[in-house]
């Protein structure tokens, strides 16, 4: 809290004097300046401060955290109130996630804020939803005294942070958060780690932990911005996923939807899923592990991924269209899909879904909402995401699909029986042995990856048949009948027959 300063004449003039003295030295002046002073705020408010300035947007905390109040400014928290004016729900139990108050932060009395005192200091979703009371912090500053959270309640209770306004029927997005792998990445990291694998004491494997636990990847991105659990996530109980702050800022960014990266680059180190999604898209031949592909969409889709066998000249890249500039926001238009749901019989509202599940075609019910189990046929899944992209109607792309995974099954069915013929020397299997099988053999298992069959067909298909041709090259091998074995000039691999 600022305060008025008086300064005696007497002092005051010796300043000037001696200021004086060193303008012949210097060409600049030195100037200092108290800040405003707010108007303290009602008892009722609990603590919490809200604007200095409601006209202006400037909170009391801006006075000082000037950086993070003009990131805050461009976010649509900045104008929550008015987003909820202008929707014609201003209802209370509505204006709660729209104003300060114990929404979003430690405090659990409701009689915070806007709450209780109405006072337009309160409007939007300022610094205090997330950090918490800022009086005592303006009195005695220190360092760590309102620290925000970034977890996103896995269980029931939602007590703090993001997950106390962005869920429900209209907003769900803990709730979908909470079924997708995002929620449980550092379990899966933790159980994956093996003996033999470099690790740190009672954690995953140091190369795994970027993507596999949250703290991590803020980390590895450059974020050092402080928070509760930062310290945290060097075992499996303080570990955790990647929660809303690890994709997005909560300070505000250049990207829409406050996103930490785009989702519309191609380029996958400023790729937002990409940054994950890019791992062993190619063969690692040191390893036994080499010939198995982990987390490849990013360069699948772009059109980069697999072995590409020797003496087969490609120009550029093999993209399919869901890796072009046809679809703009790539992985994102499919995998975070947003519609609303209602019921086929009576026409009312059932549900938003938020897409924050990232499951491009979920298994939905009867209304097309996302069922609970995830394990359907392909005529029970959604393919809502395919339609709004404006490329297929629902039945075009579900045919398409089906088409996609029979001729890719086909292929790699016949690469399997030449995979396994007795004839290939053991030698060629061995880890770190560069071979035709061991390539052949992670164009099979990037093929028959999940979501291959969308994410680029083309290239699946090509690569297949370029394995099944050089393996019979390089070990005397018949394919399979009723293959289709172009010669493999760069045009043919180009156009994926």
Same mark, same amino acid.
């Given at each position: 809290m600022t305060r008025e300063r008086r300064v005696r004449p007497i002092v005051r003039g010796a300043v000037l004097i001696f200021m004086a003295s060193l303008a012949g030295c210097v060409d600049e002046k030195i100037v200092y300046r108290d800040g405003p002073n707010f108007a303290a705020p009602a008892t009722a408010a609990a603590s919490f401060l809200g604007y200095s300035d409601?006209?202006?947007?400037?909170? $009391?905390?801006?006075?000082?955290? $000037?950086?993070?109040? *003009?990131?805050?400014?461009s976010t649509k928290h900045a104008g929550a109130f008015n987003t909820l004016e202008k929707s014609g729900q201003m209802q209370g139990f509505c204006q709660a996630c729209h104003t300060v108050n114990n929404l979003g932060n430690i405090a659990t009395d409701t009689s915070a804020g806007w709450r209780t005192t109405k006072d337009k200091r309160y409007h939007d979703v300022q610094c205090e939803s997330c950090h918490g009371a800022g009086l005592q912090h303006v009195q005695t500053p220190a360092r760590g005294q309102m620290l925000p959270s970034i977890k996103a309640d896995t269980g029931r209770a939602i007590t703090n942070g993001c997950s106390e306004c962005h869920s429900g029927i209209h907003n769900p997005f803990t709730e979908e958060w +909470?079924?997708? +792998?995002?929620?449980?990445?550092? @379990?899966?990291?933790?159980?994956?780690? @093996? *003996? @033999?694998?470099?690790e740190i004491p009672g954690g995953p494997r140091a190369a795994c932990q970027s993507c596999h636990i949250g703290q991590k990847a803020l980390e590895s991105w450059g974020v050092n911005t402080n928070y509760v659990e930062k310290s945290q996530g060097q075992t499996n109980a303080t570990?955790?996923?990647?929660?809303?702050? $690890?994709?997005?800022?909560?300070?505000?960014?250049? /990207?829409?939807?406050?996103?930490r990266f785009a989702?519309?680059? +191609?380029?996958?180190? /400023?790729?937002?899923?990409?940054?994950?999604?890019? +791992?062993? *898209?190619?063969?690692?031949?040191?390893? /036994?592990?080499?010939? *198995?592909?982990?987390?490849?969409?990013?360069?699948?889709?772009?059109? @980069?991924?697999g072995w590409w066998p020797p003496g087969i000249a490609v120009d550029g890249d093999l993209v399919a269209s869901h890796g072009t500039e046809r679809n703009p926001k790539l992985c994102a238009s499919c995998h975070v899909n947003r519609y609303d749901v209602t019921d086929k019989a009576t026409g009312k509202f059932v549900q938003t879904v938020t897409g924050h599940r990232f499951k491009a075609i979920p298994c939905v019910d009867a209304n097309g909402l996302p069922t609970s189990s995830q394990t359907c046929t392909i005529t029970q899944r959604s393919f809502k995401s395919c339609a709004g992209s404006g490329c297929h109607t629902e039945t075009t792309a579900r045919t398409i699909m089906a088409s996609a995974e029979a001729d890719i099954n086909f292929l790699a069915a016949a690469l399997d029986v030449m995979l396994k013929d007795p004839k290939i020397p053991a030698s060629d299997k061995l880890s770190g042995k560069v071979s035709t099988w061991?390539?052949?053999?992670?164009?099979?298992?990037?093929?028959?990856?999940?979501?291959?069959?969308?994410?680029?067909?083309?290239?699946?298909k090509a690569l297949l048949r370029a394995s099944i041709a050089q393996m019979a090259k390089d070990y005397g091998l018949i394919p399979p009948p009723g293959l289709k074995l172009a010669p493999y000039d760069k045009l043919i691999l180009a156009r994926g027959n």
């Open positions: 409601a006209t202006s947007k400037a909170t $009391v905390c801006g006075s000082c955290h $000037v950086s993070q109040q *003009a990131k805050w400014k +909470r079924t997708s +792998r995002h929620a449980t990445s550092y @379990t899966r990291a933790y159980n994956g780690a @093996t *003996a @033999t694998a470099p570990a955790m996923g990647v929660t809303c702050a $690890v994709c997005h800022d909560p300070h505000g960014s250049t /990207n829409s939807k406050q996103l989702v519309d680059s +191609r380029d996958p180190d /400023n790729n937002l899923c990409m940054k994950c999604h890019l +791992r062993r *898209a190619v063969p690692d031949f040191s390893s /036994n592990y080499g010939i *198995a592909p982990h987390s490849p969409q990013g360069p699948m889709l772009l059109g @980069t991924a061991r390539g052949s053999t992670f164009n099979y298992n990037l093929a028959r990856h999940p979501g291959s069959e969308v994410h680029n067909p083309f290239l699946a």
